[in-house]
Structure formats: structure tokens, C-alpha cells
């Protein structure tokens, strides 16, 4: 089996991708590559059983409609949006609160936040892959720090030139895992937070593969299918093998 993943940045020069190949009880990072821009993305995902994209897959419901009423000039008044919790709606999506609510992260808004530039991204790489399914799909919605935090692994402060060390300690609690070969990548991972994450990204995929990450409710289905849905681990780290 092989999976990819796909650290996204708003920049190829920032865009990480990891590649494992999974053979009986061992993995072994085969790839990691940076910078990448959509095309070498797209030859790096060939042959892959399932890709994990560290980027959001849609926007809220509310969002969408809020934006298109808005520009028809059909808003109607008085939906106080002095309050924050009015705002709210448009904010997050449906996977965001999941995520939040399980004190699992607290992803970033993808209407608020300088992540919307991740995802104008994202909407056209996983158009581009013939990605259709934005739940379970070929390409999945990753959040590293939720997959972190599950497997008892440090979720924050791991991230930029002055948590280098805390890097540096968490790539080594990583690679103490006996069935995963880091090989020469591991000195990457250890500098840069970007190929770190493409790693734990293409460790989620495994999970979605092996059907051991949390999907939506029926009732909440259609909704993530417009929204995009974060895939959380419901195993550890030891069982993706």
C-alpha cells in the first residue's frame, strides 16, 4: 500500500508532500518532497491507495449563502452580526465543530482566517485530481494536530524557527515508533515543520484507509459533502500497522 501526504500551503514554496509505502508490519517514508506546486503533486500521488491534503475541502454552509446574498443584494436585515455568535455560523464549518467539541483542535476558520488561500488552492488540486467525494474520498481532509493529540503525541508549539528543539524532540518521538523507517527524511522533518506535518498527513490517510478514522453521521453526510469533513484517527498510532 502506498499513501501520500500533502502538507498544502498557500505557496508551492511552503508545500510539503510525504509518500509511504506500507509493506506487512513495517512503513517506510520513500519520498518527501519541497517545494511542490500542483503538477509535481499530481506525479507524486500516482499509484497512491489514499492522499491526506492538510487543507480544507469547502466552506460553511451559512458562508456560502451569506456571500451569494450578499452580492445579489438579497441579504435581509437583522441578522445582528454585531454579535460574535451570529458570526459564528459563517465562521466554521460542521467538521470544525466536531473537531472542537471533542477536544480534539481548534481548526482555523476557513472564511476568517489566511487559511481561505489554502483552500482556494485546494478546491482546484483536488478538482484537478477528479477528487468528487469531499468525505471519503480518494484525497481526504487532514488535520494533523487532531491525529497528534489522539496518538498522545505534542498537537502545539512545534511549529517555526524558534520551536526547533520541540521540532526536533517530536520527529524523534516519531521515529521511535519500531515499524516506521524515517530514513534520511527524518533530518528534514526535524528542521522543518512543513514536511513534519506531510508525514502525520500520510499517517492519516493510512488511517482513512484502513477505515479507522471518524465519518460523519447520515444525517450529517450531505452537509460535509459541500463542506469537506476532517478525518480524525480512531486508532492509534501502533495499530496503523
Do not use: C, M
Given at each position: 500500500m502506498r499513501t501520500v501526504g500533502v502538507d498544502l500551503a498557500a505557496s508551492p514554496r511552503h508545500t510539503a508532500v510525504a509518500v509511504i509505502e506500507w509493506s506487512g508490519a513495517a512503513a517506510r517514508v520513500v519520498d518527501l518532497a519541497m517545494p511542490a506546486d500542483d503538477a509535481r503533486i499530481a506525479d507524486l500521488v500516482v499509484g497512491a491507495d489514499r492522499i491526506g491534503v492538510d487543507a480544507p475541502f469547502g466552506w460553511p454552509d451559512d458562508f456560502v449563502e451569506f456571500v451569494?446574498?450578499?452580492h445579489r443584494g438579497e441579504l435581509g436585515a437583522g441578522r445582528r452580526l454585531?454579535?460574535?455568535?451570529?458570526?459564528?455560523?459563517?465562521?466554521?464549518?460542521?467538521?470544525?465543530?466536531?473537531?472542537?467539541?471533542?477536544?480534539?483542535?481548534?481548526?482555523?476558520s476557513v472564511s476568517a482566517d489566511q487559511i481561505a488561500h489554502v483552500a482556494f488552492r485546494a478546491a482546484g488540486l483536488i478538482t484537478d485530481l477528479g477528487v468528487a467525494d469531499r468525505v471519503n474520498g480518494w484525497a481526504v481532509e487532514a488535520y494533523p494536530a487532531a491525529a497528534l493529540k489522539k496518538w498522545d503525541l505534542p498537537s502545539r508549539g512545534y511549529k517555526g524557527v524558534a520551536n526547533r528543539a520541540r521540532l526536533a524532540r517530536l520527529t524523534e518521538a516519531l521515529a521511535a515508533a519500531p515499524w516506521l523507517e524515517l530514513g534520511a527524511h527524518r533530518e528534514q522533518m526535524i528542521?522543518?515543520?512543513?514536511?513534519?506535518?506531510?508525514?502525520?498527513t500520510a499517517l492519516i490517510a493510512r488511517?482513512?484507509?484502513?477505515?479507522?478514522?471518524?465519518?460523519?453521521?447520515?444525517?450529517?453526510?450531505?452537509?460535509?459533502m459541500r463542506e469537506g469533513w476532517i478525518h480524525v484517527p480512531e486508532c492509534g498510532i501502533g495499530e496503523l500497522v
Open positions: 451569494v446574498a450578499h454585531d454579535e460574535i455568535e451570529s458570526r459564528r455560523p459563517l465562521a466554521y464549518r460542521l467538521t470544525d465543530r466536531v473537531v472542537v467539541a471533542n477536544g480534539w483542535g481548534r481548526p482555523l528542521v522543518d515543520d512543513n514536511a513534519f506535518d506531510a508525514v502525520i488511517a482513512a484507509e484502513l477505515g479507522r478514522t471518524r465519518l460523519p453521521d447520515d444525517a450529517d453526510r450531505d452537509v460535509a
